[in-house]
């Protein structure tokens, strides 16, 4: 599934999300629910489902129902879905940031009403303060150590939302 043409999607549809938030809230739903249904993700996302087109509808709900999957493997084969190497750095920097404040918008009500260890409560932490993260990267100026933090820093929220998910499937099924 290619990220530009699910934010081509997302901006033709007049939503306030970039893909990766797109994806940060679907993830972030199925990790406090892995029952969700794409249904209640695309009307988070689409003020009207009704005007979108159908093929645009079926490319989403199909991103919703590969993030259940990969979520939900044993492989621990999930990704954050970002713009790939390629992308300027300051977008991928700010992708990053809107993931991870879509994935706290999906994750908020599972998390306010279950009884988290000190480690999920970290991990949120940490993914708070990286909505925070600057993007400011002047074209020319990306150097290898940034492009390095990046990707440490997206393979950190991998493991961590594998984690999360684990902890709230078990809190939740008490």
Known sequence: MAYPI????LVENNTDFCAAEAHGIATGLLC??????????????LLDTSTIADEQQRLLVNLFDET????????????????DDET????????LRSWCQGFLFGIGSAVAKANCSRDA??????IIEFTKLDADVAEG???EEDKVALMELTEYLRT?????????SHTTDH
């Open 141 to 143: 100026e990306e150097n």
């Open 121 to 126: 409560h970290d991990i949120l932490k940490d």
């Open 160 to 168: 961590a939302v594998l984690l999360l998910r684990d902890e709230l």
């Open 32 to 45: 406090a629910n892995e029952k969700t249904d794409s249904h209640y993700w695309l009307n988070e996302l």
């Open 68 to 83: 259940r999957r990969l979520l939900a493997g044993d492989e621990f084969t999930f990704d954050l879905f970002l713009p």
């Open 6 to 9: 699910i934010n081509a999607i």
């Open 88 to 95: 300027p750095l300051n977008e991928q920097i700010s992708a």
